[in-house]
């Protein structure tokens, strides 16, 4: 145990994911010893991202104003709604630089297991906006696991009476990759959803 | 196939072990309680991936350590695969293929094929249904690696639908919220089941007729054996000489789950599906189950594993992909004529593997590779090959004179 305040830091970057016992104390020492401009830079971009930023109004996404860039940017397809569980696939999607429509965060996937349902999720408020903004396609982009399959299952339950255009993300072989080494449930997807060839894209 | 090396490190009474094997039968001789056994056990656990002794990793591990690895390298005609399992009890079981990076240990499936007769098979006879249902899923897993993705995929759905349902449990706590996620999860559980069922279904009806060949053969049997599915869904329940499609499985799941819908609401747990299945041998008119005296009840155990044995070979006509036969201590159980034939029986494997405890027990038809296991100081070890069984009763008669030096000290 060490005094006071390096125990305490200790202890709360102990509790960060991904960060052990010895990782959090050798942290904890190279906070103390490096100097304390860049520390205090640290310290004031930790307060600023939780006192700054909030999640959007609309699509919440993280955000320092109460709507995020995205939603404001008038440039975008006002029509497509790309539904994702969490702010980084936001951030994923966006690098592709290939979607150029509007975001909906739902803040994780049904998980029975973990206690999440439906009404922990932002489904409510993706049924509102479906009623208020003028939507024609949603696109369905939760992860392809078990959890992420589940909630695309039961969203497609939910939005096909509204009778919007509902897709899910393609799942198959990586680009770049080899077909040897690909598993077998890929594979089998890679197959389900292949592509006749001479259809326009 | 065949293996010609394992290698075993922290694998229960095993610190560290190479192990050279032949093509052929591999005797496996040594006192009781040496790790001959355990050797059996590892070989099986390459192609299974768990023990047929423990349902769970944790006494694969030596003791005081907290990783066990397992290593051997298959041959499959000219080509040579080496397959390497860490065993790491509590986490997930990572498997390094040819010396590759540590991948997820379901990709090894298929590589290499075996199958393990011992005397707790006894249990696929006389046990409770999940070890019938893990001998179905074994055998279709090394036929079709993929159906273990089904497996896998069914047991998630299913720890996922029991927790919906549990949590709803507490009389005034179902909510409309989980009527809804209720038929979301009933979706994807009879998708997986229906893959399951489906792949049982196929692996019975091609285990039917070697079954009851392979118990006439060792019994002289007067009565017929067979076996039935009998599922918690009607419509798989029996046998089936046109096994229904997937398609079809689904949408008697559903129905299924419909009818069963307030008994699970009740008891919080899902009741309808593969999990809650049984396979159902008989001996005659009657269930083997109760019925069956002890020596039918074990020769329809070894008939089970044979006619699995010659299941995989069938379904891989390439003499080059036959599985592994492994059998555990089983001779000493048997009489000289039955001992006889079953060594008739195993000649088409590629490679046999069976352990011993007393050279006498072997039948004289199978001479092979002579591998002698001690054991000291609680750390079992493997010893040079020999060459014939004189040597081997020589080596018998060293042992119990080791024996009876360490017993003075």
Redesign the interface.
Known sequence: MYDGAVQSLIDELGRLPGIGPKSAQRIAFHILEASESDMIALADAITDVKTKIRLCEICFNVSEHKVCAICRDEHRDTGLMCVVEESQDVIAIERTRTYNGRYHVLGGA????G?I???QLRVRELLTRLQDESISEVILATNPN??G??TA??LT??LSPVGITLSRLASGLPVGGDLEYA???TL?RAFEGRRKLGETL | MYLSHLSLTNYRSYEQAEIELKPGPNILIGANGVGKTNVAEAMNYLAVQHSHRVSNDHPLVRIGQTQALARGRVHRGEQAVSIEYEINPGKSNRVAINRGAPQAARQAYGIFKAVLFAPEDIELISGQPDIRRRFMDDLIVQMRPALGDARRDYDRVLRQRNALLKSGRKPGSWTDEHESTLAVWNEHLARAAARLINGRLHALRLLAAPTSEVYAELSNGNKPAGFAYQSTVPMATGQHAEVPDEAVLYTAIVEALEEAYQSERDRGVTLVGPHRDDLVVTLGPAPAKGFASHGETWSLALALRLASYRVLAKDDPNPDARPVLILDDVFAELDAARRARLAEMTRDAEQLIITAAVSADIPPELTGTHIPIRMREGISSSGEHLESLDSLKLTEANYFEDAEGSSDE
């Open positions: 049904i998980n029975p297991i206690g349902g439906p009404d078990l959890e399959e589940a299952t039961y339950r939910m598993d077998e449930v089998g």
